[in-house]
């Protein structure tokens, strides 16, 4: 089975509290181990579509990552806005996990699907997006346009973002249409947390099944894919 689950915001010193988005972040690290554990089979993929950790450089984030190693199941890894410990794909994969494979300009084929994606970036539309969000929009729309030509076209694919394909008001926007373009099966985001959960848009929209598994969310319970 391949499952998803995105911003874990893991954090071994414990100094980072995430209860600023409502009281459902109290503990919320064990309750990702604890329900991973319980649900995930050593047979299992899952998907993390960013907000990995809040580690600022790769040797402390290796801890955390370290953790996800542990758990059952083989894990995909994707960057969010706040994985600044994220390096290039050489460094990460030195790091010789067993488990965890990183997203990132390339693909992967599970359970007879081609796994894809990018970050993704904040809307067009946003009132702070400027120049700079300008180019990196241009960059992370670039990025899954070459994750999806890495893939087998004859497999179905799952793609998953780390911001919503979405502006601000709820209407799907380019990435989308580049899965549109592809013809994806499935197109997982997560990002938003506490009230920015009104800001969710779920369901089969020309032919593809769009899901938010942001932690809180899905009450940091892995979510079944397919």
């Not at 809040?54 to 806005?81: E, H, P, S």
């Not at 699907?113 to 729309?141: A, Q, V, Y």
């Not at 959960?197 to 779920?202: F, P, Q, S, T």
């Amino acid at each position: 089975m391949i499952y998803a689950i995105a911003d874990l915001h893991l954090d071994y010193t414990e100094e980072k509290s995430m209860e600023v988005f409502g009281p459902g972040w109290k503990d919320y690290q064990n309750k990702i181990f604890t329900n991973w554990q319980q649900i995930v089979k050593e047979s299992d993929t899952v998907l993390v579509p960013g907000d990995i950790s809040w580690a600022m450089d790769l040797k402390n984030a290796y801890v955390d990552l370290k953790k996800i190693d542990d758990l059952k199941g083989k894990k995909i890894l994707m960057k969010g806005n706040h994985d600044f410990w994220w390096s290039s794909l050489n460094k990460l994969n030195k790091c010789n996990f067993k488990s965890i494979e990183f997203l990132q300009n390339n693909s992967f084929e599970v359970e007879d699907f081609e796994i894809c994606g990018s970050r993704g970036w904040i809307s067009k539309d946003n009132p702070k997006f400027d120049d700079h969000d300008e180019k990196i929009f241009s960059r992370e729309l670039l990025r899954l346009e070459n994750s999806l030509k890495t893939s087998n076209n004859n497999l179905p694919k799952i793609v998953i973002l780390h911001y919503p394909p979405l502006d601000m008001n709820g209407n799907f926007n380019e990435f989308f249409d580049l899965c549109k373009e592809h013809k994806v099966k499935h197109l997982i985001y997560g990002h938003l947390h506490g009230a920015g959960h009104k800001l969710i848009v779920e369901g089969i929209f020309e032919g593809i099944e769009v899901k938010c598994v942001a932690g809180d969310y899905i009450n940091f319970i892995p979510e079944r894919i397919v």
